[in-house]
């Protein structure tokens, strides 16, 4: 059974910094996409930075080019979100995913979410 479960969470002031993970268990693919999404409260689940197992390429919504950073730690079975220079717009819930290609088309995988909130 593939897992993802998510830490690091929390409260911070503007222009703070916080490392969300993301423990990966039961995740044998060699194909996939993984990333961060977040979700506001009223607002659509949005992209925040995805990585390609396939060619290492990296995404970045523009909100948080500059001040976010996805890694992963393969021997961890781990992923990262290294965000700095936090603003009150980042507040949200964020959800690790993984999208693992099925056929013709993708199965998606999602940890519970942590909260993060960002105070001014």
């Known amino acids: 059974e593939v897992q993802l479960v998510e830490s690091g969470g929390g409260l911070v002031q503007t222009g703070g910094s916080l490392r969300l993970s993301c423990a990966l268990s039961g ?48 021997a961890k079975n781990s992923v990262y979100l290294q965000m700095n220079s936090l603003k009150p717009e980042d507040t949200a819930v964020y959800y690790c995913n993984a999208k693992v290609p099925y056929g013709p088309r993708f199965n998606n995988y999602w940890g519970q979410g942590t909260q993060v909130t960002v105070s001014s």
């Open 27 to 74: 995740f044998t693919f060699d194909d996939y996409t993984i990333g961060w999404f977040r979700q506001a409260p009223g607002r659509e689940r949005e992209m925040v930075s995805c990585l390609s197992s396939t060619d290492g390429s990296i995404d970045y919504a523009d909100s948080v080019k500059g001040r976010f950073t996805i890694s992963r730690d393969n």
